[in-house]
């Protein structure tokens, strides 16, 4: 795909809000990718802790602003769409996972079934894709935490990588597996101190390696 002059909409969390950089303004990983790649729009739609499922009870919070409510205020003449969340969906621990047969917005497998519906019949005919959530520092622990308290929601980070995996094959929808093959080694602090100095949210130096990846990723399809 040429992505010179197209106008992009990125869908995600606080790391495509820009969270952890040095200007939100510039430095996240699409303002990157619009410079390095010609972008005519790089359109930010992240939102700091927001999920791709829903909360049983949505408040004014924006933390409860989740994917699915916000995907309609997105401006529709893109060319393309970029979703990078499923990060808070874990992290929270408030989430079930459910299961493939799953319709209901409230499951994270509901929830990825009726934004990948949503954007394919509002974007006909142009390319959606998803970036699975990176590695976190903590990751294997905060589930085990989660299980030792007894949270019935508990399930580990890959469980909800294999669910956009899984998913977006349903649907056809190209995935970049952040989790599997970014390079970055989110669950190593020596790496982290350098890129991801909160164990999540990537700094400059994290972004520029996803704009590098999402880049030669866009370009292949």
Request: aromatic letters at 10%; proline letters at 5%.
């Amino acid at each position: 795909m040429e992505l010179k002059g197209l106008k992009i909409n990125f869908l995600g969390d606080s790391i495509t809000e820009g969270h952890g950089t040095s200007d939100w303004g510039t430095k996240p990983f699409h303002q990157l990718l619009k410079v390095n790649a010609g972008l005519a729009e790089a359109r930010n739609y992240g939102l700091g802790g927001t999920k791709i499922a829903r909360l049983p009870v949505v408040t004014d919070h924006q933390f409860d602003q989740d994917f699915n409510l916000r995907a309609p205020s997105m401006d529709t003449d893109a060319d393309a769409v970029v979703v990078f969340g499923g990060t808070n969906d874990f992290g929270h621990g408030t989430i079930p996972l459910g299961t493939m047969d799953d319709r209901d917005v409230h499951t994270f497998y509901g929830g990825l079934h009726t934004l990948c519906l949503y954007l394919i019949k509002t974007y006909i005919s142009k390319p959606i894709v998803f970036m699975t959530p990176l590695h976190r520092l903590n990751e294997q622990l905060d589930h085990n935490n989660r299980v030792a308290e007894g949270n019935k929601n508990a399930r580990p980070l890959i469980d909800f990588v294999q669910a956009i995996r899984e998913v977006c094959e349903y649907y056809s929808i190209p995935v970049l597996d952040l989790y599997k093959e970014s390079g970055m080694y989110g669950q190593v602090w020596a790496w982290c101190e350098g890129h991801m100095p909160d164990g999540l949210h990537p700094n400059d130096a994290g972004h520029e390696l996803i704009a590098h990846k999402l880049q030669k990723f866009l370009e292949s399809l």
